[in-house]
Structure formats: C-alpha cells, structure tokens
C-alpha cells in the first residue's frame, strides 16, 4: 500500500513537469516577432552606400514581416494597422506596407504598425531618425592644408534633400567674402596663389546647395582652407 | 494508482515524444525548391557563353569561403614592401582583380571599363555606362556583377573578365550577390509587385530562376551569401539608427534576428574574414558567425581592410574618423597599414616611411599574393604596394 501511494507521487511528479514543459512550449510557440524595415526616397549621391536619413517632407515607405518559430508568417490576411505619431494612417487586411510622411510641426517621429493574425495582435514601434539636409564640401586634403601654387578642387554634395537628381541643385560660393557664381557646378577650383607672392594663409569658403524643387530646401557649410608656405 | 492517470500519463508522454520528433522533422526537411522559367517578357538579352567562374578557387573551411589565391604555387603572400605604384591613369569609382590573367580592371567616374596591361591602362571597346553604383566581383574576379542604367532604367549585368562582354540581366533584379558556390547568382528578385529572393543558375545563363525565400519585403537592406545554406540580410549603415541582421537557413527554411540595436554598425565580408564594427563591440575580425577570431589594438574601420588566405590586411587612420563622415567624404584620414595573421592571431605594423610620400585614405582593398591594391581617397586613383 505504501509502495503504491509511492509510486502515485513519482507519477504526479512526471505529470507535473511533462504539463509544465507542455504548456511552455506551447507558450513559446505563440510569440510571433515584426520586422520592420524602411527606406527614405530622398536625395545622395550614387557613391553614398549607407542608408537615407529622412528629412522634413521625406516620402518614408515601410514594410513589415512577421516570424514565428523561425517561419516567415503569411501576413496577406492579416489585419495591420499603421500609426504615425500615434495617428492611424492606413489599416486594413493584408496592408504589409505604408508611406509616412514627418513634417516640422511633428514633434516626434514614431511610427507604429499592429498586427492581428489568429486572434493575436502584436505591435511594434519604430523611432524614425529624421534630420536636417546636409551640404558636405569635400575637401580632399589631410588637414584642409593645401601648397601654394596648386589647383585646389572643391565639391559640393548635398545628401538627404527631396530632391531627385543632382540636377536638381543651385549651388554658389563664397570665397573670403567674395561671392564666385552661382549655377548647377557643384565644384569649385581654387589657385593657391604663386608661391612668390604673400597671400592669405587662410582662406574662408561657404558652399550653399538650393533644391530647385523646393527652394526653402537650402544649405550653408562653411570651412577653411590652410596655405601652407 | 488509479488506471485512468496511467493512460493520462502514458498518452502526455507520447504526444510530447510525437511532438519534439515532429519539431525536430520539421526543421531539418528539406523541400524541392520551385523553378521558374522566366518568360520572355522579362528575358532580356543573354548572349554571351557561360562564365564558368574560376576553377582555381577552393573551400576549406565551412563557415568561411577561403581564398586561396594560387594554392598550386605554394606561394605565401607578401607582407612588405618596398614601393608604391599608381596603376590607374585617371580617378576610378570601382575596380576589381581577375586572378587568372594577374589583371586589374577599373571603371572610371565617366563609366569607361578599361585593363592595366604591363602598367599600362587600354579602354575596353564597350560603351560607357551610366550611373555605375555597385560593382561586385566573384571570388577570382572572373564575373562581375555590375548595377547601372540603361535608358533610364537600372539594370543589372554580369561582366565576363575573361571575354570582356556584358550579359545584362533580367529587369526583375533588385539586388544581386555572388551565391556562396562563386558561380550563381543570388538575387532580390520583383516580379508582379511581390519580391522573392531567388538564386539564378550559371548553368544557364542565369535564365533560370530558381525561388529561395518568397515573398517577402525588406528594405534598405544589403544581401550576403554567409554559406552555402545560410544567407544573411543586413541593415545598410545608417547614422544613428540602429540596424539588424537577419538570416535565413535555405536548407531548414528557418529565418530568424541574430543582432539588433547595432549603433554605427557596417560589416565587410571577406575571403577570409569578415570585418565589422558597431557603436558597442568597435572594430572586430570575425568569422562569418560575426564571432571574434582574434584581438585587435587598432581601431579602423572595415572597409579598410580585406584578407587573403590566413592573412588580412587594414588601413588604420591615424586619428579617429566617424564612419558617417567617412562615407560623405566630410574628412579624410591619414592611414597606417597593419597585417593581421589570422592564425597566429598577431597584430603588426607594415612599415611605409620612406614609400608613401603623399598621405593615404584607402578604400577598396584588393591583397593578392605579391601586391596589395587600394583606392586613394584623396584622388581616387588605384594604387599598388609592391
């Protein structure tokens, strides 16, 4: 009798954990993950391999993919809802991707997007850099130091604009506080002077990049050339 | 013990048995993959015979494809030198390295090919290209995947090193890469609005689409061949935000996130090692599982740095240069060249007092047995340490 009541135990014990493990993998098993990606149909150079960063008035397109188990989930049917900032922007069956637009009245720049699929809805948030266009003026000099008499080549490139193509720019130049042309040449040459004569050991450039498109799109960068004797 | 919990217990037990064989089957089952003909409204052109890619190159180990240069030739590869040589004669925006023919082939800014033969650059007879923006050579350089525009359309083509002919590829590419195998194509793939990752066979003339993962949307992401069954889908480098890495398995079919809330993040998969560097981990040589395969002093950055054989090479500025302002060209650094001995994990110095007289940003890494090939930034010619 005692033996049995044993017995008993040690099989209420196996119940328990083969319950237990049970129930936990099945847990686990309904745990599906989002990935959402996104991309900023904006303006950089063909040279530039890393990723757009939004700017004010970027058209923003994002997708999402669901994975559960490590299988891709078919989302054709499920319910996603997008929000921008909180804001619902688009929703409905099968909506994997949305275009999202932040614009400087914005004070954050979240976008979230819902997905319910069996009677489950998992969210996922995604805090969107956005910034202002650059104007970069490659300088291609070690420590902007240049000799006198040489031929110096300036360029201008702009990045993150919502702009097109680099047609799209007016670019000018101030040199010591001499404007040198405005017009679509994004480079600038410079005569370090003869090596005879005294001339400024510095010189003060400020690059400006204007979107045609968008002509309150405009862009000042400033830097210094060094002439070395 | 009443009867009834010894069924209830005996039927748990083999439904759990059931379940983990069934999971465990699952994972490991491999189903034919579909094949798609393409049709011929999708077909462009194909019309150059079969690269059969370089016999040359070999794989030793499983997680890694190992370049192994001439492996017949015995020879090691060489760690110093003495002279530095300028091998383009104008700027360049992309070159690559055909092992075969010891050949360096270039595109200039203006999207001529041209070859250097006995020091010498000849313009290949082809027409220019337009708005060339990837150039991606197999292991041995013997094709070369190209993107670039055609009538205002970007398009893809594979460049022969051997025959000195483009093969334009269908419209429906999005992205391609190098299949691990060093002869397919792996490519994000649109056809009808739905994007698939397919793998385009060399057998025949990569106008058979065979699908490896369909339908599904990733953007700004950038495609690895990790190993014959594992294929790696990568964030693009995007200042401050923070980027993933996913994997696909082609033989389990599973695909899961293997990092997340990568700061600063950029990757460089090489023969021999991939090099990588984020905001939390610095600069790391690794091996394709992103794991440490040895220390490092220096801190560089990976697109600086390649590897032949058990050997890696990195340019290392010699003051802290941001990665962002690096790619925009916003400042330039002045490199020393390190050698990393992958087996002996040693880190050490190559010497260039008295070779490099005007100061070096290099790019675009080629080591080869007896030179080390780079882009200079400051005036993007290719150079030479021989």
């Given at each position: 009798m005692k033996n049995k009541k044993q017995y008993a135990g040690q099989l209420n014990t196996i119940l328990f954990f083969v319950l237990f493990f049970g129930v936990f993998s099945l847990t686990r098993a309904a745990n599906p993950e989002l990935i959402v990606t996104w991309r900023a149909a904006n303006f950089y150079p063909i040279s530039y391999t890393g990723k757009a960063i939004p700017s004010y008035g970027t058209k923003i397109y994002f997708v999402v993919e669901g994975i559960q188990d490590g299988k891709l989930l078919d989302l054709s049917r499920a319910n996603i809802e997008w929000r921008k900032n909180g804001e619902r922007i688009r929703g409905g069956d099968g909506q994997k991707e949305a275009m999202v637009v932040f614009n400087k009245n914005d004070e954050t720049s979240f976008v979230s997007v819902a997905v319910t699929a069996n009677g489950t809805t998992v969210i996922k948030n995604v805090s969107v850099p956005v910034i202002e266009p650059q104007l970069i003026l490659e300088v291609p000099y070690l420590n902007m130091t240049v000799a006198k008499n040489a031929d110096v080549a300036i360029t201008a490139t702009p990045y993150f604009?919502?702009?097109?193509?680099?047609?799209?720019f007016s670019f000018s130049w101030i040199v010591n506080g001499i404007k040198k042309g405005t017009g679509s040449n994004n480079k600038l040459i410079l005569n370090t002077g003869s090596p005879n004569t005294d001339s400024d050991s510095i010189v003060n450039i400020s690059g400006y990049a204007q979107n045609k498109r968008s002509l309150l799109e405009i862009k000042k960068t400033q830097t210094r050339l060094f002439i070395s004797k | 013990m009443k009867p009834f919990y010894k069924y209830l217990i005996i039927a748990l037990i083999l439904g759990i048995v059931a379940w983990i064989v069934y999971f465990v089957l699952s994972r490991n089952a491999e189903q034919p993959q579909e094949v798609i003909p393409i049709d011929a409204t999708t077909t462009?052109?194909?019309?150059?015979?079969?690269?059969?890619?370089?016999?040359?190159t070999t794989t030793e180990q499983i997680d890694v494809p190992t370049?192994?240069?001439?492996?017949?030739?015995g020879e090691s590869v060489k760690t110093s030198f003495s002279k530095i040589e300028k091998i383009s004669d104008v700027p360049v925006r992309f070159f690559w390295y055909y092992r075969e023919n010891n050949r360096i082939f270039y595109v200039t800014e203006n999207g001529e090919i041209k070859k250097v033969i006995d020091g010498k650059s000849e313009t290949l007879q082809l027409n220019s290209l337009e708005n060339v923006s990837v150039v991606r050579p197999n292991r041995g350089g013997s094709s070369v995947l190209l993107k670039f525009t055609n009538n205002s359309n970007t398009i893809w083509g594979i460049f022969s090193s051997m025959d000195e002919k483009i093969t334009p590829l269908s419209s429906s590419i999005i992205d391609a890469v190098w299949g691990f195998n060093n002869k397919d194509v792996v490519a994000s793939w649109n056809q009808g609005g739905k994007t698939s990752i397919v793998s385009l066979s060399s057998i025949k003339n990569f106008s058979d689409v065979s699908i490896i993962l369909p339908e599904i949307s990733l953007f700004d992401v950038d495609l690895i061949?990790?190993?014959?069954d594992e294929l790696l889908f990568v964030e693009k480098f995007g200042n401050e935000y923070a980027t993933s890495i996913w994997q696909y398995n082609i033989k389990t079919k599973l695909f899961s996130?293997?990092?997340?809330?990568?700061?600063d993040f950029s990757l460089n998969p090489t023969a021999s090692a991939y090099f990588f560097t984020s905001k939390?981990?610095?600069f790391v040589i690794a091996n394709s599982l992103l794991e440490r395969i040895m220390p490092t002093i220096q801190k560089t950055l990976p697109e600086k740095c390649s590897s032949v054989l058990t050997t890696a090479f990195c340019f290392v500025p010699q003051t802290e240069i941001s990665l962002f302002n690096w790619y925009t060209n916003s400042s330039f650094s002045n490199d020393s060249l390190y050698i990393y001995n992958l087996d002996a994990e040693a880190e050490d110095q190559i010497n260039l007092t008295g070779i490099a007289k005007n100061p070096i940003d290099a790019k675009d890494i080629i080591p080869t047995m007896s030179s080390l090939y780079f882009i200079n930034?400051?005036?993007?010619f290719i150079y030479a340490l021989n």
């Open positions: 604009f919502n702009a097109q193509t680099i047609n799209d | 462009e052109q194909i019309g150059v015979p079969t690269d059969t890619g370089d016999n040359t370049d192994t240069g001439d492996p017949e030739s061949g990790q190993s014959d996130t293997i990092r997340k809330g990568l700061l939390a981990d610095g930034k400051y005036d993007n």
